[in-house]
């Protein structure tokens, strides 16, 4: 169609360029189809492609409104578990320090049973418990070491305490006599701290079997039998608290730490069901989960040392889960130990084994064996540009829940 007013000279040139050079839409002198224009072909597509759009969109838009509520249902779902998150480590951790401190004489008994107190956490959690006016029983293998703790701390707190020599290693033998030095004791308050770690992250074949017996003996057995030992005191006074100190490395599989992450996953749930057991019964059942804190454990990762505020001294680690006691039956007892595992619990599991690998590079053994073998096959400066590539793959992966990103 041609506009009104123009030139039939610009009309039949329309008409030409449409129907080829014989005009009218005919085949050209050689017989050729008339040529289709690669633009009209491509808007063609384009429009059928919108056109099957639209009517699949149309069916389907029942679907999409329901998938809107499943993702607002999400994003709610998952905006009030940080909220709630949130305000945990808040109350945990914050708001219990602006008050007073809780009376644990009062409120569980006059003595605290803490195995593994001759170092580490075990003896900051007796030396925080005799400050709040609490006697305690001290329990370690090193009678030296035992003595001059006790000695310490009933010099500087003013209270009574006790010793048990006890290797926790040797089995169900040593069970009987650590039950006959307690029998008379109003225990309030059993600390089941003590416990073994791997020389460095290993792969389990490569694990003696004394070390798997010594996990299982001290690591499982000894707080089994320790509670069973001081728990029915407990119910007949009908009061009393009793802290088992797992790990953050629990909450996940943890790969070249697979006996040790797995017994501290059965002292977490041992906790958490003798909670449900026994809370009606007065008696209140804490789960600890602490990530690294500046012990003789945290030895293989030297990169974590230099971060002090994810890596706390025992005293003050053990200030901070002392106050939480009465309040959460399961914590970190340390509010960066927290956030971080806040984030282990979004992390995706397959990442999680990146932090393990990294505690492999700080290891002895790494260090002895792989280093030279790694930086022959990587000679120069590409060696450290690695090493410095890891340790900030693995503060990512500490450091962002990214399960929320994905």
Known sequence: MCWQGSAPGACAGHVRRAGGDGGGGRAGP?????????????????????????????????????????????????????????????RLHFIPR?????????QYGRWAVVSGATDGIGKAYAEELASRGLNVILMSRNEEKLRTVAKDIADTYQVETDIIVVDFSRGREIY???????????????????????????????????????????????????????????????????????????????????????????????????????????????????????????GPSSFLHRCPWLVPSPKVYAHHAVSTLGISKRTTG??????????????????WPVASRELRVNSPEWRAEERPRRRRRYPGPLGPELEAAAALLTVITWLIPLDLVL
């Open 30 to 90: 050689a017989g050729r189809a008339p040529e289709i224009v690669p633009q009209q072909v491509a808007m063609a597509a384009v429009d059928s492609f919108y056109l099957l759009y639209r009517e699949i969109a149309r069916s389907c838009n029942c679907y999409m409104e329901a998938l809107a509520l499943v993702g607002a249902w999400y994003t709610a779902r998952k905006s009030i578990t940080v909220i709630c998150d949130f305000y945990s480590l808040i």
């Open 98 to 106: 602006l008050g007073s401190r809780a009376d644990l004489t009062k």
């Open 176 to 298: 009987v006599p650590v039950a006959e030095a307690l029998r008379d004791k109003d225990i309030g308050i059993l600390v089941n701290n003590v416990g073994v770690f791997h020389p460095y992250p290993q792969y389990f074949t490569q694990v003696s079997e004394d070390k798997l017996w010594d996990i299982i003996n001290v690591n499982i057995a000894a707080a089994s039998l320790m509670i069973h030992i001081v728990l029915p005191g407990m119910v007949e006074r009908k009061k009393g608290a009793i802290v088992t100190i797992s790990s953050g490395s629990c909450c996940k599989p943890t790969p070249q730490l697979a006996a040790f992450s797995a017994s501290k996953a059965y002292l977490d749930h041992l906790s958490r069901a003798l909670q449900y057991e026994y809370a009606s019964k007065g008696i209140f059942v804490q789960s600890l989960l602490p990530f690294y804190v500046a012990t003789n454990m945290a």
């Open 334 to 351: 340390y509010w960066s130990h927290s956030i971080q595992f806040l984030f282990a619990q979004y992390m995706p599991e397959w990442l």
